[in-house]
């Protein structure tokens, strides 16, 4: 196994591409001369290739790297760029500190997968600033694989603002392996007739801690925006969530949207929306499940012949898919 | 006056069908919230029919529906039920499944993240399986391409989900399908489309019990039943059952009191 200092560049960057199938990506996109990348093992950039339209700067700080990717107006990028970002050993700190801009009319795709694969105590911090310029979209979706111990604390932060007529989608999973502690902090701040969907999805086990705080400032007329988690929860995790929508501008739209689903009785979970209506033409809505999977879902599983546990498993990975 | 149905142990059961028995009901009692929904249901359903369940709204007819698929809070207090010879009662509801019963919901449930497909390849597994579950889409009226990969949550109109709800008892063909009012939520103008894909299920070898309060899909099955009241009151040809429904208990307003008792204890009287 590779330890921190470890001038092996080759290894790591096979053994983080190898993780990296496990959230669901190819990992000869990395290796794609058509397909912008980045690679970072904690603070050394084992790989980069960027693409005409799209500027890439990374430099080394300590305990990790920082960003600024630059998409220049009217660029559409025909494929995703990956972003794979990791530490192998089982201890230390990954801060990844970045700033985005996405030029005017742009059209841009991130599948970021961050690695995990031996923490036992590791920090990710991730701090981000995202500029989505007029009429341009941006999509990022964030992919975690941790490893079985649980000895991993996510802190991911970010700032959006979507100019007028912009898109934001976003959706950040933790699904595989242990969670640990994650603390998810986003604000997205809509221009007129900007759109903005953040979606979570996490399952938590053990001992897991999970708190996901994201906010809408619908301050655009006509912006609208989704807030969206998926979270379920095993063992004696924990989890709350804070949806947030403030429509300050006029007809905006703003929905929070929560699923807490509990598998056993030790499992906790809570769900609180804030709604506050700044200009009376702004229209705010919320809905909250939490708890048990439905009766109805499994035994509609179960008359096809699955055992309730197989049904469990089926309705949770659909539900995090 | 005579008391229609059955009398009310397995072997007069049996002994009225023609046929094989698939499905035997014996004097089921269910209760839900403290009241009786099932008050002694009995009911015979032959191998190979299209067996129809006619009854006003809130009589019985969903409940006795869960009661067989052995869903949760429709444990009979009394009575029992037997499957190809086989006494069912106790069983839940996946060994019900894996013996070949199955059931289509009135109101079909919402799976968030999972497609058209991957629920009709869950369908097609459990039972004796059809070959092609884009055939079982088309039949349903739902074209292959634009709906296998589909989810099954909210973005699907309620009658798009009743017929991939059908496509999936298609794909499963189970032994013993039970459809609980397949045609609401379908427009009139389908329900001829929906009644020739329950005949063709049932060409394929699968027993329908079909539960409905129209009368005109109630004509389309081989025999039928009349619930009311939370009893069967009649059972035979179509025809006669659907004249017996309309002259008793059409705008019966006692659904835990048949009009038909009414009627009987007024003649004692």
């Known amino acids: ?321 | 006056m005579q008391k229609p149905g059955f009398s009310g142990n397995i072997e007069a059961l049996m002994a009225t069908s023609s046929g094989r028995a698939l499905l035997v009901v014996e004097n089921l009692f269910v209760e839900r919230e403290g009241k009786d929904i099932l008050q002694g249901v009995d009911l015979s359903v032959e191998e190979g029919e299209i067996h129809a369940i006619l009854g006003a709204n809130g009589t019985g007819k969903s409940t006795l529906a869960y009661a067989i698929m052995g869903l949760s809070g429709y444990k009979p207090k009394a009575g029992r039920i037997i499957f190809s010879g086989e006494d069912i009662t106790e069983k839940s509801v996946t060994e019900r499944a894996k013996l070949g019963i199955t059931l289509a919901w009135q109101q079909p449930a919402s799976f968030e993240g999972l497609t058209v497909r991957e629920y009709l390849e869950i369908s097609r597994r459990a039972g004796r399986g059809c070959p092609s579950i884009e055939e079982c889409l088309a039949l349903v009226g739902l074209q292959p391409k634009s709906y296998l990969e589909r989810t099954l949550n909210d973005r699907l109109s309620g009658g798009e989900r009743k017929r991939v709800e059908l496509a999936a008892v298609l794909a499963m063909r189970p032994r013993l399908a039970i459809l609980d009012e397949p045609d609401s939520g379908i427009d009139v103008l389908s329900l001829d489309d929906i009644m020739e894909v329950i005949r063709r299920m049932n060409r394929e070898g699968t027993t329908v019990l079909l539960i409905t309060h129209r009368e005109e899909f109630a004509r389309a099955a081989h025999r039928a039943s009349h619930l009311c009241g939370g009893r069967i009151l009649k059972t035979g040809e179509c025809e006669e059952v659907v004249r017996f429904y309309k002259n008793f208990c059409k705008g019966c307003t006692h659904v835990n009191e048949p009009e038909y008792e009414r009627l009987e204890a007024k003649s004692d009287a």
Not at chain 1, 256 to 267: K, M, N
Request: aromatic share 6%; hydrophobic share 40%.
């Open chain 1, 1 to 321: 196994m590779l330890r921190t200092g470890e001038r092996d560049y080759a290894r790591e960057f096979e053994a983080l591409a190898k993780t990296l199938e496990k959230t669901g990506g190819d990992p000869t996109a990395l290796r794609n001369p058509r397909v912008a990348s980045l690679v970072v093992h904690g603070n050394r950039v084992l790989g980069l290739n960027s693409l005409p339209g799209l500027e890439m700067e990374v430099e080394p700080i300590p305990e990790g790297i920082r960003a600024r990717v630059v998409v220049k107006p009217g660029v559409a990028l025909e494929n995703p760029v990956h972003l794979c970002f990791g530490l192998l050993p089982k201890e230390g700190v990954l801060r990844i500190l970045s700033t985005f801009e996405i030029g005017e009319r742009a059209k841009v795709s991130f599948l970021a997968h961050c690695s995990f694969p031996n923490a036992e105590k590791v920090q990710h911090l991730m701090e981000a600033e995202i500029k989505v310029g007029e009429g341009a979209t941006m999509e990022y979706n964030e992919a975690h694989y941790h490893g079985p111990f649980g000895g991993v604390e996510v802190l991911p932060k970010a700032k959006i603002w979507v100019a007028k007529g912009g898109k934001y989608l976003t959706e950040f999973k933790l699904v595989q392996g242990r969670v640990g502690v994650l603390s998810l902090d986003y604000e997205v701040h809509l221009g007129p007739e900007a759109l903005a969907e953040m979606v979570s999805k996490v399952y938590g086990k053990g001992n897991d801690r999970v708190r996901i705080w994201e906010a809408l400032h619908l301050e655009g007329a006509y912006s609208r925006g989704l807030v969206k988690s998926r979270i379920v929860l095993q063992d004696q995790a924990e989890a709350e969530f804070i949806g947030e929508a403030v429509g300050i501008g006029p007809y905006s739209r703003g929905h929070i949207d929560c699923t807490e689903i509990l598998r056993g009785t030790r499992a906790k979970a809570a769900a609180v929306p804030k709604l506050v209506v700044v200009d009376e033409r702004a229209k705010l809505t919320h809905e909250a499940a939490i708890g048990s999977i439905d009766r109805k879902e499994l035994e509609t599983l179960m008359a096809r012949g699955l055992t309730e546990e197989e049904a469990v498993e089926t309705v949770v990975r659909g539900l995090l898919r």
